[in-house]
């Protein structure tokens, strides 16, 4: 009972944070649409969560039409295919690290491919934990950062959304994500391997 009453009140705050959000976005909107509705067909609006901006792609007319109601749309798509884009390609290189790590599970005399079957799957349901809780998070707390018509602009092309290639900050490199470093094999502790610090227990478990 208290995770429904939990769930419904997110809900509502949720709702009332983006009609708060529409009322905001529409007089810029109407602006724009009156004055260049010719020149822009879709617009970039900034979007931040306190911590990173975040330029989403509208359409300009339909953002009009619907009192800027769309922008919630908008916003809720992007920020999920980003997000989930961004996660699918780590948790590919993830993979790409447990091939290599369960190649000595041979010399335990286990087998590796059963191995790599559980911690796959370990490592899918974590992308997934960590997917739903990087989008609620940022729609939560998804504001607009600016009230300026001037500071809304057309878009660009349409391309791939990509996390890593959005504004993600004040400028073009703080809060930038960072680019995934190659996988390094020299030294390597393995996931099942015993822990270099001592404790005995398998590196997954302690500080892996």
Known sequence: NLTDDLFEE???????????????????????????AQKYENIAIPVTDGTKVLNILTNLKKAYETNGKDIILSIEKMITLSIIDNSWKEHLREMDDLKQSVQGAAYEQKDPLLIYKFESFELFRSMLQRVNKEIISFLVKA??????????R???????????????????????????????????????????????????????
């Open 10 to 36: 997110a809900i509502k705050q949720y709702n009332q944070k983006s009609k708060i959000i529409a009322e905001m976005a529409y007089p810029v909107i109407e602006k724009v649409f009156e004055e260049s």
């Open 143 to 152: 504001r607009l950062p600016i009230k300026d018509p001037d500071q809304v």
């Open 154 to 208: 057309a878009a660009q092309t349409p391309e791939r959304t990509d996390l890593s290639k959005l504004n993600a900050g004040r400028s073009d490199i703080v809060n930038k994500k960072k680019k995934a470093e190659p996988v390094r094999v020299e030294k390597k502790v393995g996931r099942n391997e015993p822990c270099p610090c001592g404790s005995g227990k398998k590196y997954k478990n302690c500080h892996g």
